[in-house]
């Protein structure tokens, strides 16, 4: 066998291989991310997860109500020391005094661009026909909180001439849909993507895909969804509802009804009980039905089978399932209606930790993808998220004033720490501004020379005593 065909046999081998033990793929795939992680309860992220259970479609829900905000910026890099000041500090999200210092980084780093003409504005203001550029964000990152994976496919691509490589249309591949082949090699491990779509397989080239990926420590081309580590909690959280409302349709816990008796003659016969049975489901089952009375003419014995809701401790595991579930996606359990100490304070708290923490580091990453995947035509070009929408990000200017004092700074950079554009007269925005209530020392400490001494003056104003 040439060294040509033990390649192709040990790639095709590979393929094989990944493709039997599945990834996240159409329906009925076994799901290799759970096999390779332990034994989880087997939880599908849309059917078990979102579609099912009520908190993780509130904190996703929550992180995407914030998330798929801000706009993208095209910007031309004039200054690239500045950028990568900027960038350092722009990660640092918690504090404020590095997010004012990126800001300004900013400004001097990159120009924004306007020109509406411009052909990847009019792709990220447009990306397709049924999609505006907030909804393209929301499902694509979606599908990367509750799959681990997000994929952004760029079609129409033009290969050749001053265009090359620049895509007419940007599309979100459904996560659930989309499986990538191993290549066989780790230093390029992907062969290509096998998309399923309306009964179709297609074969997506790797260039042509934007794969955004949480890390996953056992899988290098798959990235791993909170779901799987959750997996036990959510499953025993949909069971647990499952058990409580049933408890509640029966009316407590299950019981078995007999004559009671002794006696054959009082003893219920099958006609009999098949009778009771059905009065029962009719009488007394489900919430139309909840503590309802009824009289009966013969004797009867209720039984109780099993503990109560209260006595299995159903509701004090929903509670401890509130707290738990929501933090898996960043989202602090306040935010999804658990009002234990959910005080405005708190609530702003909980806000302010999701976009610092979650939603803003996960639009870094974002962005620092999108500019790999879609820069290469453009020179110079620089892409970003508008995080300073964000009021959670607004600087305590009150702060930063105990913090640094009141420093001598331009107009244009007092501007700039309200977002504000540059004057266009650069005279103007170039002035300093100075605090006229201030003056040097010296003018106070210095005396005149044509000025009496202060004895003098004493005398003058005391009439010589």
Known sequence: MSDKQANFFQRTKAMISYLFTGAYGSAGSVNRIFQSTGNFENVNPITGGYLANDLVFQALRVYLQKAKVPPLILSKIVNQKALVKFQQFNASTKNQEHQITALLARRKALNEVEDGDHSLLNLLNNPNDHQSQSQLFESLLGYYKLFGNGYLY????????????????????????????????????IAYYQYSIDGNILRLHPDHVCHLKQWNPVDKINGLSPIVPGSKIISADNKNKVAQARSFDNGGRSKIISSGSENKDLQWSKDQQDLVNEKLDERAKGADNYNNIFAVNRPALVQALGDSAVDMQLLEAAKHNRSTIPVLFGVWPVLVGDMQGGTENNVQMAYKALVTNTVVPDLIYVADELRRFLLKPYKNMYLDFDTTIFPELQPDLKLMKEVFGSPLITVDENRNLFNFDNFENKKWGSAVLVNSTLEPIDNILSVPSDMASIDEQIKELTGGY
Do not use: I
């Not at 249309?169 to 990538?180: A, H, I, M, R």
């Open 154 to 189: 760029g079609a129409d691509s033009v290969d050749e001439g001053v265009n090359a490589g620049k895509y007419k249309k940007l599309y979100v591949l459904e996560s659930q849909n989309v499986t990538p082949v191993y290549s066989g090699d780790w230093k390029s491990p």
